[in-house]
């Protein structure tokens, strides 16, 4: 077990790159949710169309959900990553408080 922790000096800038990463995962959830938009309407309503849509239709719903709780995790990975480095700064005060 560590004997001290240490905070680095850019922890809380360095989850925030965490925030950055959710936004381009955003993205690329826009773009798929526009391509299945487009996949529903395109493919028809005949027998293929429907063979199509059996196909895509689901694993298409379940990429979205994927990526979106992709960006969820990463959004929570940042604000518990910077809520940590808070609670570091707020030691680091009161362990200084305490010294005057």
Known sequence: ???RLMKLEDLKSAFGKFDEMS???EK???EIVEVGAKNRTAA???QIGKQY???VDEP???LTNLVDGIRNKLLSISRHGQDTADLFDATDQHA???VK
Do not use: C, F, P, R
Request: charged letters at 40%; aromatic letters at 0%; a negative charge.
């Open 44 to 46: 028809g309503s005949d």
């Open 60 to 62: 298409t719903e379940n």
């Open 53 to 55: 849509h059996e196909k």
């Open 28 to 30: 690329v959830k826009v």
């Open 96 to 98: 200084t408080d305490l």
């Open 1 to 3: 077990m560590a004997k």
């Open 23 to 25: 936004e381009l995962v």
